[in-house]
């Protein structure tokens, strides 16, 4: 049965990166591989109980991610009908290319510790479509912007998945993983883009020519500037909201769309139909990417089989087996979340190590917080801000593969040697 599930996994991941050689969409590659993959485990398990119950509590996993996603999306949205973005691009006046990719690099590293890595890049990208009129420049930065925006949110507990899974776990302390992996991911993002700094030169920003600029209904100052603050102030809070009542994230971000959709409905209460339409949130939950969305569900439920079955599990088992230096098997664990989503990864390794032998805080953890947050930029499906990428711009496998995955990867290495240099001097 597992050399089974495995073949199918790989499979389904190479349908999913040849996408666009063999014309079959992503999404449809990442639902058949999920289905056969839970056929296969439910037809050969021998216990159905137990696979209802682990396929209830893989979607509940799921949903929660999907439901978070949609809610941001929607937001970006609603601020966006309203121009409100226009409230950041007015401001950057910047005519070098080189010079937008460091504000924007920047950016996406301390907003994304705050809010966390994939509202973050929802959001910025969101951003470059307003000020970026060629194609090959925006998605050249939505790459920079997930090296950046997992970058940022691997020294934060509330940035990146994983190192939350870690702070919740106790694992790490909030105060020490900001200590301790701040300056690797600084440097994380800084390697790479100083390299693309120098590639770019002193090229010029190409912005929207106006018969491409997306048409948005006519608003008045004070309904761009509320809507806004309100949806950034509503993805800001969600962290909050969390860390107050211990829910999870996408019961805030539901939380804080129904008041924006109040909001809406209340300022835009007495124009007619046709003009209120555009800036309703109904409007709004038209234009998000749904193709993405089932995508992100097919991979997700594909990955929790490899979870259920213990596959993640023998193969940490056979890295520490095999190499026996936590420095080593880190990094590479590292560098297998490009491939495999690092949730279930972290997981693993969380049921794999005691905290008796490895207490909080200890290098254990604060190397594998940076690592599983990193690592995953390598490819393009390796994090859900690579995922949230791939489908807002239509980015293909091997085009992030040719253009970016290199820089990922020498960000990803000269991080670690530096957390690893650092460790040995002050200890």
């Known amino acids: ?45 021998g216990d159905q109980h137990l696979v209802s119950e682990q396929l209830g509590e893989s979607l509940m996993g799921t949903a929660q991610i999907v439901f978070f996603l949609m809610g941001a999306m929607t937001i970006v949205e609603v601020v966006d009908a309203h121009n409100g973005f226009e409230v950041i691009t007015s401001r950057i006046n910047t005519k070098k290319l080189s010079t937008l990719m460091w504000m924007v690099g920047f950016v996406t590293f301390f907003l994304s510790a705050i809010l966390d890595n994939l509202t973050t890049t929802i959001v910025m990208i969101s951003l470059m479509k307003k000020l970026l009129g060629k194609r090959d420049d925006r998605l050249f930065f939505a790459g920079i912007i997930v090296i950046a925006a997992n970058a940022g949110g691997a020294w934060s507990p509330i940035g990146d998945v994983t190192t939350t899974m870690l702070w919740i776990g106790g694992q790490i302390t909030a105060l020490a993983i900001m200590e301790g992996v701040f300056m690797p991911s600084m440097v994380n993002l800084l390697v790479p883009l100083a390299v693309t700094s120098y590639m770019l030169g002193a090229r010029p920003v190409e912005g929207l020519e106006s018969a491409d600029v997306r048409q948005h209904a006519n608003t008045t100052k004070f309904e761009q500037n509320l809507m806004f603050a309100l949806g950034l102030g509503i993805l800001v809070a969600v962290p909050v909201f969390k860390t107050v009542t211990h829910l999870p994230p996408f019961m805030g971000i539901l939380f804080g769309l129904g008041i924006l959709w109040m909001v809406g409905d209340v300022i835009h209460r007495n124009k007619d139909d046709d003009e209120r339409a555009p800036l309703t949130l109904v409007h709004a939950l038209t234009k998000i990417d749904m193709g993405s969305i089932v995508f992100f569900i097919g991979i997700l439920l594909a990955v929790a089989t490899l979870e259920h079955t213990h596959i993640l599990t023998s193969l940490a088992q056979w890295m520490d087996a095999s190499f026996g ?57 390796g994090s859900a801000a690579g995922v949230a990428a791939m489908g807002l711009e239509k980015i293909d496998f091997f085009w992030y593969m040719k253009r970016i995955s290199w820089l990922a990867l020498i960000g990803y290495m000269g991080g670690a040697f530096f957390y690893l240099a650092e460790r040995n001097i002050f200890g």
């Open 1 to 45: 049965m597992l050399t089974a599930l495995v073949i199918v996994f790989v499979l389904a991941y190479a349908a999913i990166a040849l996408e666009h050689p063999i014309k079959i969409n992503k999404s449809a590659s990442a639902l058949i591989g999920a289905g056969l993959l839970w056929t296969i485990y439910a037809m050969l398990a």
């Open 325 to 381: 230096r936590l420095d080593v098997i880190v990094m590479l664990i590292g560098l297998v979340s490009a491939v495999v989503d690092n949730v279930p990864l972290v997981a693993a390794s969380m049921g794999m190590y005691d905290m008796t032998a490895h207490p909080a805080d200890s290098f254990l953890w604060e190397f594998m917080a940076y690592c599983a947050g990193t690592g995953g930029s390598i490819l393009i499906i």
